[in-house]
């Protein structure tokens, strides 16, 4: 597909499928006015994370990854009342951003804001997650699988962002760290029974992409990781 179809439809499916939302919009535009780069995920995506939240009935979500809370909202909505959010963010002044979006969009009260890295916060989470969204630096992408297996519940979610991007997942060598740690957290998922996973390419507003779809398998409880 040439460039302008594919925005095309990026564009038709959105308007016709996700529609204007203001405090999503919101959201876009306090982080880009707070200078945060705009990598959060597409509408389309967004969305689609909060309808698979909801087709398990997630009660309690786990985000690896805030920036300035919009993928974070679309998850907020899907726990419903009394739901959970746990999102981790290394940055203090995204997690800044990310608390007032929340705020403003009426789900902060469901979301906790855990500030510091992955490897640090994750070890003292409390299990029992239903959905994980892995989504911060590709590098960490198999520590964050095999803590989102140990905090899971068997037949829980896990999704992974950006595993494609643009296609250096096959076009570069081990010199490209961030691809490489999307390529060992896919070998990861493939390997350990844990896991058992599938992906997706995404071409949407934010170019060529994908994402990784995983079920937590009874493994997981039996490990004892
Ligand atoms: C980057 C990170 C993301 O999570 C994303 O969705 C797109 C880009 C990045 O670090 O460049
Ligand atoms: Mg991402």
Redesign the pocket.
């Known amino acids: 597909p040439t460039p302008a179809v594919w925005r095309r439809v990026d564009t038709y499916l959105a308007e016709t499928l996700v529609g204007h939302d203001a405090a999503l919009e919101a959201a876009v535009h306090e982080q880009d006015a707070a200078g945060l780069?705009a990598?959060e995920?597409a509408p389309l995506n967004g969305k689609l994370l909060h309808l698979l939240a909801r087709a398990i009935g997630a009660r309690r979500v786990l985000e690896i990854?805030t920036l300035g809370g919009y993928s974070t909202i679309w998850l907020a909505r899907a726990v419903g009342d009394g739901g959970e959010v746990v999102t981790i963010e290394a940055e203090p002044a995204h997690a800044a951003v990310a608390r007032g979006n929340l705020d403003r969009a009426g789900v902060g009260e469901r979301v906790r804001i855990e500030i510091g890295r992955g490897a640090d916060v994750l070890p003292g989470l409390e299990p029992g997650f239903d959905l994980v969204f892995i989504?911060a630096d590709?590098q960490s992408n198999a520590l964050y699988l095999d803590h989102a297996a140990r905090l899971s519940r068997p037949g829980a979610l896990v999704i992974v962002?950006?595993v494609v991007r643009s296609g250096r997942l096959v076009t570069t060598d081990e010199s490209d760290e961030?691809a490489e740690g999307v390529r060992r957290g896919l070998a990861l998922l493939a390997a350990d029974p844990r896991f058992e996973a599938t992906a997706l390419q995404t071409l949407d507003a934010?170019g060529w992409?994908g994402i990784a779809v995983a079920i937590v398998t009874d493994a997981a409880s039996r490990s004892g990781s």
């Open positions: 780069p990598i995920v990854g989504d590709k962002d950006n961030q934010k992409d």
